[in-house]
């Protein structure tokens, strides 16, 4: 898989391996990219929004994995929470540090294309 497979989170994860712990990581990154499709109204940007900002909140409250420098997330003065209700939060509660992590960097690469397409706000 060529990195460039990677930047759209509507692309495919293919899994050539037996190791049922790369197959259950595959079926993670399925369930959070449907999931993500399930928010997905139209604008691609605001979804992109919607999800990365939680996702850094979600990694940064469980301090098992730092946020990437280059997502530029801080906590506000009064730390890292989600909002009340947040669908975003809810989902991310079934999926692995890792999961997360990954699907952020995708968001993140998407941004970025996003910018530079000028389709942004």
Known sequence: ??????DDPR???VCESDD??????L?????IRSDFRLSNDGDGFGNCMAWLFPIAIELDLRESTAVPAEWQYRAGAMGSHHE???YVAECL???SDETILQFGNVLSRYQNKLHAADLTY
């Open 27 to 31: 079926s993670e990154r399925d369930d």
């Open 20 to 25: 049922p712990a790369q197959q259950r990581s």
């Open 93 to 95: 509660q079934a999926y």
């Open 1 to 6: 898989m060529t990195e460039n497979q990677n």
């Open 11 to 13: 692309s495919l994860y």
């Open 84 to 86: 009340p209700d947040c």
